[in-house]
């Protein structure tokens, strides 16, 4: 009799709260399922809890578990390669520095091309591969331009170096914020990885030839990594070269001119990659001079036929 009231009382139970039977195993399945995954946490080694990602597939969100390896290796790279900078450079080892910010770059490039092409983009590997950049391309190269040539400077030494490192960050947090929204052929701003190359290549090329920084050299680093600070926060326009397609093919000349300038790159490495990033530094500004003086030599001849009428 008394199993009878409870049952009749638990059936009660269940139509106050309006939840059908199927309801009730969902919640009975979930509490497993959370329960099943505390289990798993408390036979951890680690006090680390496994990475969750909501994703949308097919139309409706699920979760993912983990990370993918083989992009996030890459950006781990790249962090390595950074860090390895600053301690070259801040031990004034400047060759090693120059060529460890090449390969940070190159890792860079690397990463979101192969997520792409593997389709293992994720949420995860954005933010990583942004604060990546940040060390690789905004503090390495403040720190290795501040050991080479900005100590004497005192103040305005130190200035320069948080000048760059401020704008670099802004403007992965800009790229951030306006990624999916803008052209996809263009970068708004010099990226971070040339600004990088186009600051600490010069120290790189200076101790090919053992040249050391002296007051006018200081003073003209100063203003380059100012300038090169600036144009990454700059709306100018700069071809991203996301456009180009590896997997399918491309003309015979295509192919040799690619030939001919890894050979080039290979007899003087340290003047050519650098001369290649002043080149596309210089672009943005050049383009938008080009684009201003084309919109107006468009504009003026109608303005002079509507003068004519007007007459």
């Known amino acids: 009799m008394a199993k009878d009231t409870q049952d009749a009382t638990d059936q009660a139970g269940e139509m106050a709260d309006g939840r059908e ?54 950006t781990l790279g790249a962090l390595f390669a950074g860090f390895y900078a600053v301690i070259a450079g801040m031990s004034g080892n400047f060759n090693e520095a120059g060529w460890a910010i090449l390969v940070a770059g190159v890792c860079d490039g690397l990463d979101g091309r192969i997520a792409r092409m593997t389709n293992s983009q994720s949420a995860f590997g954005a933010q990583f591969d942004s604060l990546s950049d940040m060390v690789s391309f905004g503090v390495a190269p403040a720190l290795i331009m501040f050991s080479w040539a900005f100590e004497p400077l005192g103040q305005v030494g130190w200035a320069a170096s948080f000048i760059y490192m401020s704008c670099a960050a802004l403007r992965l947090a800009r790229f951030n914020v306006q990624l999916g929204t803008v052209d996809k052929r263009f970068f708004v701003g010099l990226s971070s990885p040339v600004a990088a190359g186009l600051v600490t290549f010069g120290p790189w090329v200076a101790a090919k030839y053992d040249v050391a920084a002296s007051p006018t050299i200081s003073y003209l680093a100063v203003l380059l990594t100012i300038f090169a600070g600036l144009l990454m926060i700059s709306n100018y326009r700069y071809f991203s070269f996301k456009v180009l397609q590896f997997k399918g093919t491309v003309p015979y000349m295509v192919f040799l001119l690619a030939v001919v300038l890894l050979a080039v790159i290979a007899q003087n490495p340290h003047e050519v990659l650098w001369a290649m990033c002043i080149i596309y530094a210089v672009s943005g500004p050049i383009g938008w001079v080009y684009r201003r003086l084309k919109r107006n030599a468009e504009t003026r001849p109608a303005a002079v036929s509507v003068d004519k009428v007007q007459k």
């Not at 809890?49 to 290796?73: A, F, K, M, Q, T």
Request: proline share 6%; glycine share 8%.
């Open 21 to 74: 039977p199927e309801a009730l195993l969902d919640d009975v399945s979930q509490q497993q399922a959370e329960g099943e995954d505390e289990d798993q946490d408390s036979d951890s080694l680690l006090p680390i809890d496994e990475h969750e990602e909501v994703v949308s597939e097919g139309g409706r969100e699920i979760r993912r578990r983990g990370i993918y390896l083989l992009p996030n290796l890459l």
